[in-house]
């Protein structure tokens, strides 16, 4: 024994012993498993549910029977797996919220969008639908090829004749190894439309077809959001992303409230989850625009959404949560199938209409030749029993006495073997049937009706005719005339951006905003006039305040030339210390903070260096969208910023530490959105110490004495940019400051 088994033994390497193994797996996974079939849109499973459904007879027409009944045969005979994902697959195909034309007439309970599953298959009964015997109309008549099962006993279709096109109508989605497929549900009228137009000129171009096939539509309804241009790309290339977004209403309420009513969403959302994510990120504060959620559906979706404020619009609430949560969802198509020899690939909606229309044509075509040999056959039963008629006597004469009439009558009325066994297997009641007007009206007619078939065959154009007959009675039961049929998804444009205003975001309130000398920054509520109680850490002190509102945003601008960017909002409240600036932006450690200052749009700021270098720059320009800040005025080694200031008034007064004063045009400084800048004020052993914007006509005022003083000739400084200047007026400052005294 131990001789045989070491003769068995074949070595191989590890690497390929897998690799065999593993590709074994992953097609059959593919081709019996996770990718549906082009031609019916089928995978085996449903397939076979169906067949099974059909061979117990449970057609529109009868009564129910239990899933568990339908299920055993399925495992039994042709899907030996287990009978929950059997189950399962069968569950599906009767929830109308998972498929848009359900191919199980279910009684019982079959689970909801909320996620609730289906009741045990001992409690629940079934039937199949009319969509499923469309689907299966051919079975009888060789329409298809049939497989033995995987035991043998039994035969079973290799795919259904599919009169309905229920790949497209239906959608399918599966998981293989390597690939995947996610194919939309479709309306099937628009498809019928399609496909009428493809078999009248098979040249038509995608985009042409798009104008009959608005796009996927979903069982629960929605808005798919998505322009026609990327809907035309993503069924050109067979793959592509479109978004799907709940349908929603506003409701008024009295004294100028409204809510927000959600009665449609997103294709395989569940309900509950959506209204507990939302619920949790209002808990978290993520949806600020948003007060509360409320579920009040019942058999039809009824989601209520009340707004925070009444001055936010519907339309941004809406855009808000389309951004934040499931009720917009991107649906990923892939159209990966199985085509007519098995072979995955990704098609184009073209090439999958192509496919359905290829494999109708061969259904009529083997449809007509099954019935073609029927009518031969019959016809040749037709000649025999008029012969018989002709001679019944004789006929009867030779079945009575003869030991092998057969081989008489074969031999005296030149019958075939098929004639002769009829005649001798026609019961006597039968003979006053047979009457020579009748027999010959029978005969002609399938005459008749076999050239018709033969022209058929033989006639690509009359097949076309044909099919488009076919493809419009279709239409007539399933189209967009019937309840089922009427399209449930509204196709719209791609979504606007609508822009969120921050006072939507946020409560708009007043704060003043503190800085001190190290660096603790913290908002306390309202605009305080006396900061005399205000408290430091020790050794620290106030470098700045600045009155604003928790809605804008706060520019900092540092010794290195970087701007930083804090919303109002975020800053720490309260009155304690605050907290360390460089817990919110990105000051690195030898900067220091030069100005603090509230953001308006659409404003000029000047910035300049201590060696009089700088330049006008846009207030949006200067923005910092990150932590790390954004660099504005570029640094000369040991320079550094020293101010930032609002260009309002038309001239602009320079001073040095070496108490010399210039006056010129704002006009002469250039606007830049980064630079080293030009030169203001040119020194030789001093550093720039203040600017001032203000207007020639109002005169230059400055601190002096107790009091403020307005020096209006200013002719004596009035100068180029770049000079070196004069000394300021008589009682200007010593501190060389325009603000202090």
């Given at each position: 024994?131990?001789?045989?088994?070491?003769?068995?033994?074949?070595?191989?390497?590890?690497?390929?012993?897998?690799?065999?193994r593993?590709?074994?797996?992953?097609?059959?996974?593919?081709?019996s498993?996770s990718?549906?079939?082009?031609?019916?849109g089928?995978?085996?499973?449903?397939?076979?549910?169906?067949?099974?459904?059909?061979?117990?007879?449970?057609?529109?027409a009868?009564?129910?029977?239990?899933?568990?009944?339908?299920?055993?045969?399925?495992?039994?005979?042709?899907?030996?797996?287990?009978?929950?994902?059997?189950?399962?697959?069968?569950?599906?195909?009767?929830?109308?919220?998972?498929?848009?034309?359900?191919?199980?007439?279910?009684?019982?309970?079959?689970?909801n969008?909320?996620?609730?599953?289906?009741?045990?298959m001992?409690?629940?009964?079934?039937?199949?639908?009319?969509?499923?015997?469309a689907?299966?109309?051919?079975?009888?008549?060789?329409?298809v090829?049939?497989?033995?099962?995987?035991?043998?006993?039994?035969?079973?279709?290799?795919?259904m004749?599919?009169?309905?096109?229920?790949?497209l109508?239906?959608?399918?989605?599966?998981?293989?190894?390597?690939?995947?497929?996610?194919?939309?549900?479709?309306n099937?009228?628009?498809?019928?439309?399609?496909?009428?137009?493809?078999?009248?000129?098979?040249?038509?171009?995608?985009?042409?077809?798009m104008?009959f096939?608005?796009?996927?539509?979903?069982?629960?309804?929605?808005?798919?959001?998505?322009?026609r241009?990327?809907?035309?790309?993503?069924?050109?290339?067979?793959?592509?992303?479109?978004?799907?977004?709940?349908?929603?209403?506003?409701?008024?309420?009295?004294?100028?409230?409204?809510?927000?009513?959600?009665?449609e969403?997103?294709?395989?959302?569940?309900?509950?989850?959506?209204?507990?994510?939302?619920a949790?990120?209002?808990?978290e504060?993520?949806?600020?625009?948003?007060?509360?959620i409320?579920?009040?559906?019942?058999?039809?979706?009824r989601?209520?959404?009340?707004?925070?404020?009444?001055?936010?619009?519907?339309?941004q609430?809406?855009?808000?949560?389309?951004?934040?949560?499931?009720?917009?969802?991107?649906?990923?198509?892939?159209?990966?199938?199985?085509?007519?020899?098995?072979?995955?690939?990704?098609?184009?909606?073209?090439e999958?209409?192509?496919?359905?229309?290829?494999?109708?044509?061969?259904?009529?075509?083997?449809?007509?030749?099954?019935?073609l040999?029927k009518i031969?056959?019959?016809?040749?039963?037709?000649?025999g029993?008029?012969?018989?008629?002709?001679?019944?006597?004789?006929?009867?004469?030779?079945?009575?006495?003869?030991?092998?009439?057969?081989?008489?009558?074969?031999?005296?009325?030149?019958?075939t073997?098929?004639?002769?066994?009829a005649?001798?297997?026609?019961?006597?009641?039968?003979l006053?049937?047979?009457e020579?007007?009748?027999?010959?009206?029978?005969?002609?007619?399938?005459?008749?009706?076999?050239?018709?078939?033969?022209?058929?065959?033989?006639?690509?154009d009359?097949?076309?005719?044909?099919?488009?007959?076919?493809?419009?009675?279709?239409?007539?039961?399933?189209?967009?005339?019937?309840?089922?049929?009427?399209?449930?998804?509204?196709?719209a444009?791609?979504?606007?951006?609508?822009e969120?205003?921050?006072?939507?975001?946020?409560?708009?309130?007043?704060?003043?905003?503190?800085?001190?000398?190290?660096?603790?920054?913290?908002?306390?509520?309202?605009?305080?006039?006396?900061?005399?109680?205000?408290?430091?850490?020790?050794?620290?002190?106030?470098?700045?305040?600045?009155?604003?509102?928790?809605t804008?945003?706060?520019?900092?601008?540092?010794?290195?030339?970087?701007?930083?960017?804090?919303?109002?909002?975020?800053?720490?409240g309260?009155?304690?210390?605050?907290?360390?600036?460089r817990?919110?932006?990105?000051?690195?450690?030898?900067?220091?903070?030069?100005t603090?200052l509230?953001?308006?749009?659409?404003?000029?700021?000047l910035v300049?260096?201590?060696?009089?270098?700088?330049?006008?720059?846009?207030?949006?320009d200067?923005?910092?969208?990150?932590?790390?800040?954004?660099?504005?005025?570029?640094?000369?080694?040991?320079?550094?910023?020293?101010?930032?200031?609002?260009?309002?008034?038309?001239?602009?007064?320079v001073?040095?530490?070496?108490?010399?004063?210039i006056?010129?045009?704002?006009?002469?400084i250039?606007?830049?959105?980064?630079?080293?800048?030009?030169?203001?004020?040119?020194?030789?052993?001093?550093?720039?110490?203040?600017?001032?914007?203000?207007?020639?006509?109002?005169?230059?005022?400055?601190?002096?004495?107790?009091?403020?003083?307005?020096?209006?000739?200013?002719?004596?400084?009035?100068a180029?940019?770049?000079?070196?200047?004069?000394i300021?007026?008589?009682?200007?400052?010593?501190?060389?400051?325009?603000?202090?005294?």
């Amino acid at each position: 024994m131990t001789e045989n088994i070491t003769e068995n033994i074949r070595e191989t390497k590890l690497a390929d012993a897998l690799s065999e193994r593993y590709l074994a797996y992953a097609m059959s996974t593919i081709v019996s498993r996770s990718l549906p079939d082009v031609r019916d849109g089928l995978k085996p499973v449903h397939r076979r549910l169906l067949f099974a459904m059909r061979q117990l007879k449970l057609d529109p027409a009868s009564g129910f029977k239990k899933f568990a009944r339908v299920v055993g045969d399925v495992i039994g005979k042709y899907h030996p797996h287990g009978d929950s994902s059997v189950y399962e697959a069968m569950v599906r195909l009767a929830q109308d919220f998972a498929v848009r034309y359900p191919l199980v007439d279910g009684q019982g309970n079959f689970g909801n969008i909320d996620g609730d599953k289906a009741a045990a298959m001992r409690y629940t009964e079934a039937r199949l639908t009319d969509v499923a015997i469309a689907l299966m109309d051919g079975l009888d008549d060789d329409a298809v090829d049939f497989d033995k099962t995987y035991d043998g006993e039994e035969d079973e279709p290799v795919v259904m004749p599919a009169a309905f096109p229920n790949l497209l109508a239906n959608g399918s989605s599966g998981i293989a190894v390597g690939m995947a497929t996610n194919i939309p549900p479709h309306n099937v009228g628009e498809v019928c439309d399609a496909l009428l137009c493809l078999l009248k000129k098979p040249e038509t171009t995608i985009p042409e077809l798009m104008n009959f096939i608005q796009g996927p539509d979903f069982p629960t309804g929605g808005v798919l959001s998505e322009s026609r241009e990327s809907i035309i790309k993503t069924y050109t290339t067979g793959r592509g992303a479109m978004k799907v977004r709940a349908k929603w209403e506003k409701e008024d309420l009295t004294h100028g409230q409204y809510q927000i009513i959600v009665t449609e969403i997103p294709y395989g959302v569940q309900k509950s989850d959506l209204v507990m994510k939302i619920a949790k990120l209002l808990a978290e504060k993520k949806l600020p625009l948003l007060a509360d959620i409320r579920d009040e559906s019942s058999d039809v979706v009824r989601l209520v959404l009340e707004p925070k404020s009444r001055t936010v619009s519907a339309e941004q609430l809406m855009e808000h949560l389309f951004k934040n949560t499931d009720l917009q969802i991107n649906f990923n198509l892939n159209m990966n199938v199985l085509d007519a020899d098995h072979t995955p690939r990704v098609m184009s909606i073209k090439e999958v209409l192509s496919a359905f229309l290829k494999h109708r044509d061969i259904v009529l075509v083997r449809r007509s030749q099954f019935r073609l040999n029927k009518i031969a056959h019959r016809m040749e039963l037709l000649q025999g029993f008029l012969i018989a008629y002709l001679n019944l006597d004789r006929v009867i004469e030779i079945i009575r006495n003869e030991d092998e009439p057969k081989t008489v009558l074969m031999a005296e009325f030149s019958l075939t073997d098929v004639q002769a066994e009829a005649i001798l297997n026609m019961r006597l009641r039968s003979l006053r049937k047979l009457e020579e007007a009748q027999i010959q009206k029978e005969y002609e007619a399938l005459a008749i009706e076999k050239a018709e078939l033969e022209l058929l065959v033989n006639d690509t154009d009359l097949r076309k005719k044909k099919l488009a007959e076919e493809i419009k009675s279709i239409q007539k039961s399933f189209g967009q005339k019937t309840e089922l049929g009427k399209r449930r998804t509204i196709v719209a444009d791609a979504p606007q951006e609508v822009e969120i205003a921050i006072e939507a975001m946020i409560e708009k309130e007043p704060i003043t905003v503190v800085l001190s000398k190290k660096g603790w920054i913290r908002s306390i509520k309202g605009h305080l006039d006396s900061l005399d109680d205000l408290k430091f850490k020790e050794g620290d002190a106030l470098k700045a305040t600045l009155k604003t509102y928790t809605t804008d945003y706060i520019l900092l601008f540092t010794t290195n030339g970087r701007f930083y960017t804090i919303l109002g909002n975020n800053i720490a409240g309260g009155r304690g210390f605050g907290e360390p600036l460089r817990l919110s932006v990105d000051v690195s450690e030898d900067a220091d903070i030069v100005t603090m200052l509230t953001y308006q749009p659409d404003i000029q700021l000047l910035v300049a260096s201590q060696n009089g270098k700088g330049f006008l720059v846009k207030s949006n320009d200067v923005i910092a969208q990150t932590r790390a800040g954004k660099i504005i005025l570029n640094l000369a080694d040991g320079d550094k910023a020293v101010l930032c200031k609002v260009a309002s008034a038309s001239h602009i007064a320079v001073i040095g530490t070496n108490r010399k004063m210039i006056v010129f045009k704002t006009e002469e400084i250039p606007p830049m959105t980064r630079g080293s800048g030009v030169i203001l004020q040119r020194y030789q052993e001093a550093k720039l110490s203040d600017v001032k914007f203000f207007n020639i006509e109002d005169g230059l005022s400055f601190p002096s004495g107790n009091g403020m003083r307005v020096e209006r000739n200013i002719s004596l400084w009035l100068a180029r940019r770049a000079t070196v200047g004069k000394i300021p007026p008589v009682g200007f400052p010593r501190s060389n400051k325009f603000g202090d005294k």
